[in-house]
């Protein structure tokens, strides 16, 4: 119904990415979030389809790659038994922003109030598991998708230099993305 932003948008599978990562499947899906942030948290706690699953504010990750290479190294450092949280959802959002404090990654990167565009990423066993955890989500939380909110511009690179504390001589040596993925990768060393 026009006006009604309470109903579920018709997601299509096309419309989530899904990379092998080891032997799990990362689902990716990104877009304006039109419900209210409130209902996603829900919804995310919510999910018991096997499939660990976090959302993240996408003004926040610096591109696919971004939350790949967090995904990536949250789940081999956990699978190594060294992980500074109890849950994977929160070793992601602790990856992805690059710190080992929640309370400081949930603040860099994770959703909050004024959130309005989102990446929401489901981690499971098959890629069929992955893509049920994110079409779940997408039947009770209204996303429009839009992979183009993960694309780089002034405005985002300035938030991002200043919420991972990038250096302009930084940035004369290699892209934004790239030194971000060097201080997830530091992380990993902790």
Not at 114 to 120: A, D, F, Q, S
Request: aromatic letters at 4%.
């Amino acid at each position: 119904m026009p006006g009604n932003t309470s109903s579920p948008m018709k997601i299509h599978m096309k419309e989530i990415k899904v990379f092998p990562i080891g032997r799990k499947f990362v689902a990716i899906m990104s877009g304006h979030l039109l419900s209210p942030v409130e209902s996603l948290m829900n919804q995310l706690s919510d999910v018991r389809s096997g499939a660990v699953v976090q959302a993240l504010d996408a003004d926040s990750v610096a591109g696919i790659s971004h939350v790949l290479h967090a995904v990536y190294l949250a789940l081999s450092g956990w699978e190594r038994g060294k992980r500074f949280t109890r849950r994977l959802e929160l070793e992601i959002l602790c990856y992805a922003a690059a710190d080992h404090q929640i309370s400081e990654a949930i603040a860099k990167v994770g959703i909050s109030s004024r959130t309005k565009r989102v990446v929401v990423v489901s981690l499971a066993e098959s890629r069929e598991g992955a893509l049920e955890a994110i079409t779940k989500i997408s039947r009770q939380v209204k996303i429009r998708i839009d992979f183009g909110i993960l694309k780089m511009n002034p405005s985002k690179q300035k938030r991002l230099r200043n919420l991972f504390k990038i250096s302009k001589e930084e940035m004369k040596a290699a892209s934004i993305e790239e030194l971000i993925m060097e201080k997830i990768a530091s992380l990993s060393l902790l």
